[in-house]
Nanobody, 118 residues
Framework: QVQLVESGGGLVQAGGSLRLSCAAS????????MNWYRQAPGKQRELVAS???????HHADFALGRFAISRDNARNTVYLQMNSLEPEDTAVYYC????????????WGQGTQVTVSS
């Protein structure tokens, strides 16, 4: 059974930091591209950052310079360090795993709430 379990969300003041974690089980972690998405109320889910098994990463424009994705293949865990948080970053953050080779099977975590107060 595949499980992606996010943790680390919470309430933080603007300018603060949070570190999200996503622990994966039931998949060959190092064969998956790991992604963080977020969805704010009334908005579409959007990609925050991606990281390949070798560490190549991509961050959305809004995340550049503030957020950093990383992974520990030995611990089957992906992280999202979020600094200089803004109220606009308030959303549910989701972990996503996509198999790098076909079939491009995709799995989602249940999400973790991040709330940034002004």
């Amino acid at each position: 059974q595949v499980q992606l379990v996010e943790s680390g969300g919470g309430l933080v003041q603007a300018g603060g930091s949070l570190r999200l974690s996503c622990a994966a089980s039931g998949i060959s972690f190092d064969t998956n591209i790991m992604n963080w998405y977020r969805q704010a109320p009334g908005k579409q889910r959007e990609l925050v950052a991606s990281i390949t098994r070798s560490g190549d990463n991509h961050h959305a424009d809004f995340a550049l310079g503030r957020f950093a994705i990383s992974r520990d293949n030995a611990r089957n865990t992906v992280y999202l360090q979020m600094n200089s948080l803004e109220p606009e970053d308030t959303a549910v953050y989701y972990c996503n795993a996509v198999r790098a080779a076909p079939p491009r099977t995709s799995y989602w975590g249940q999400g973790t709430q991040v709330t940034v107060s002004s």
